[in-house]
């Protein structure tokens, strides 16, 4: 069975940083596309990074220049550092996986990430 | 970029039929997933590959997709099936994926 894990989330002040982790079992994640996906309270839900099997990176506009994208094939497990943090980047951070680059998302259950002073 | 549209919401009454569509241009030759989100959950797959059913989803739900327009029909609706439903696309042209705004599905 496969599960995705999130852990990481918490009240960070404007401006500040975070790393989220998404502990992977089941499937190995430098062989998928992993990905993840954010949801403000009340909103719906915002695509943000994808990390390819093969090593290629791309990013939402919104967050592009201040997130990173990575993993670490040893502890299966992906990470997404977020910099330079804003009040909109509350949100829940899902991690997603696809077996190809068209196919859909399986998801985890979430960390909250709230940005506020 | 590429943009998917959904109604905000779409009301139907128990053991009626609800469908809720995801515009897109030329949305038909793409692959279309939904996902459904109840209150407080993490989004699950309910159709993918504009028709296909994850086991364990009820032969209700089914998908189409043709033209500008992809959609997720619903049979003999149940409270149970009150929730909020997106589509979701890649594209290719900047190797992002999109998601539809969400239609809220209310079972009256």
């Known amino acids: 069975e496969v599960q995705l894990v999130e852990a990481g989330g918490g009240l960070v002040q404007p401006g500040g940083s975070l790393r989220l982790s998404c502990a992977v079992s089941?499937?190995?994640?430098?062989?998928?596309?992993m990905n993840w996906v954010r949801q403000a309270p009340g909103k719906g839900l915002e695509w943000v990074s994808v990390?390819?099997?093969?090593?290629?990176?791309y990013y939402a506009d919104s967050v592009q220049g201040r997130f990173t994208i990575s993993r670490d094939s040893a502890k299966n497990t992906l990470f997404l550092q977020m910099n330079s943090l804003r009040a909109e980047d509350t949100a829940i951070y899902y991690c997603?996986?696809?077996?190809?680059?068209?196919?859909?998302?399986?998801w985890g259950q979430g960390t909250l990430v709230t940005v506020s002073s | 970029s590429y943009v998917l549209t959904q109604p905000p919401s779409v009301s139907v009454a128990p053991g009626k039929t609800a469908t809720m569509t995801c515009g897109g241009d030329?949305?038909?030759?793409?692959?279309v997933h939904w996902y459904q989100q109840k209150a407080g959950q993490a989004p699950v797959l309910v159709i993918f590959?504009?028709?296909d059913r994850p086991s364990g989803i009820p032969e209700r739900y089914s998908g189409s997709n043709s033209g500008n327009t992809a959609t997720l029909t619903i049979t003999r609706v149940e409270a149970g099936d009150e929730a909020d439903y997106y589509c979701?696309?890649?594209?290719?042209?900047?190797?992002?994926?999109?998601f539809g705004g969400g239609t809220k599905l209310t079972v009256l």
């Open positions: 990390l390819y099997s093969g090593g290629s990176t």
């Open positions: 089941g499937l190995t994640v430098s062989s998928s596309y």
């Open positions: 030329n949305i038909g030759s793409r692959s």
């Open positions: 997603a996986r696809q077996a190809d680059v068209v196919g859909p998302l399986s």
């Open positions: 590959y504009d028709i």
């Open positions: 979701q696309v890649w594209d290719s042209i900047n190797d992002h994926r999109v």
